[in-house]
C-alpha cells in the first residue's frame, strides 16, 4: 500500500497557472519503490466522467497528457523527495474539477485536491 497525498489545489482567476503536488509514502512492508512505479494526473469535475489529465514513466522520461490540457500543463516528478507536480498554466473554467494523483502501484489514489478557475 501507499499513502498519497495532493496539495496545492486554489481558487484562481482564468488565465492564471497552479502548481499541484502528491507527496508519496509506502506503507511498511509493501515494498512500494516510488521511482518503480508510473504516476499520473486524473481529474473529475461535479456530473463529469473522471478524465486523465497527465501520466509519467517511472524514470520520468516519457510523459502524456489529456487533449484537453496538452500544451498547458506540465507533469514532473523527483524521484529523491518521493513527489510528483503538475504545474498548470492558462487555466481555463473547464479545468475546474477535484484533481488526483494516481500511482501504478495497486492502482492507489489520493483523496484529492480541489481547482476552481473562476473569476
Known amino acids: 500500500q501507499v499513502q498519497l497525498v495532493e496539495s496545492g489545489g486554489a481558487l484562481v482567476q482564468p488565465g492564471g497557472s497552479l502548481r499541484l503536488s502528491c507527496a508519496a509514502s509506502s506503507i511498511p512492508g509493501t515494498g512500494f519503490v516510488f521511482r518503480d512505479y508510473a504516476m499520473s494526473w486524473f481529474r473529475q469535475a461535479p456530473g463529469k466522467s473522471r478524465e486523465l489529465v497527465a501520466a509519467?514513466?517511472?524514470?520520468?522520461?516519457?510523459?502524456n497528457y489529456g487533449d484537453s490540457v496538452k500544451g498547458r500543463f506540465t507533469i514532473s516528478r523527483d524521484n529523491n523527495r518521493d513527489t510528483v507536480h503538475l504545474q498548470m498554466n492558462s487555466l481555463k473554467p473547464e479545468d475546474t474539477a477535484v484533481y488526483y494523483c494516481?500511482?501504478?502501484?495497486?492502482?492507489?489514489w489520493g483523496q484529492g485536491t480541489q481547482v476552481t478557475v473562476s473569476s
Open positions: 509519467i514513466s517511472p524514470n520520468g522520461r516519457n510523459t
Open positions: 494516481r500511482s501504478a502501484f495497486r492502482d492507489s
